[in-house]
Nanobody
Framework: VQLQASGGGLVQAGGSLRLSCGFS????????MGWFRQAPGKEREFVAA????????YYADSVKGRFTVSRDNAKNTAYLQMSSLRPEDTAVYYC?????????????????WGQGTQVTVSS
């Protein structure tokens, strides 16, 4: 399995970005997908997750109401729509895949990881 995260960049506070995670090598619709982030000097933390069908989602409290996770199984791609961005959202964002298709917060439960994409929010 290969995951390719993209869509990061520099944005002003209050702005929006949409991250994409391309998936290849296995059947995408069998995997739950998660998004994590790691800010400089901090541990990687959970951001959002979506189940195989895309019906069920889960968010960290810090992004609830501002971020939306989704997926398009026909395009083998997961998305993280980020709005009302804040400087504290600055981090490298990673996507991950869970073969059991669950909504998992614990990064150890994920089987595959993408390489990360940088998001920088200026004040």
């Amino acid at each position: 399995v290969q995951l390719q995260a993209s869509g990061g960049g520099l944005v002003q506070a209050g702005g929006s970005l949409r991250l994409s995670c391309g998936f290849s090598g296995r059947t995408f619709s069998l995997y739950g997908m998660g998004w994590f982030r790691q800010a400089p000097g901090k541990e990687r933390e959970f951001v959002a997750a979506v189940t195989r069908s895309g019906i069920n989602t889960y968010y960290a409290d810090s992004v609830k109401g501002r971020f939306t996770v989704s997926r398009d199984n026909a395009k083998n791609t997961a998305y993280l729509q980020m709005s009302s961005l804040r400087p504290e959202d600055t981090a490298v964002y990673y996507c991950a895949a869970d073969f059991l298709g669950r909504l998992m917060v614990d990064q150890e439960e994920y089987d595959y990881w993408g390489q990360g994409t940088q998001v920088t929010v200026s004040s």
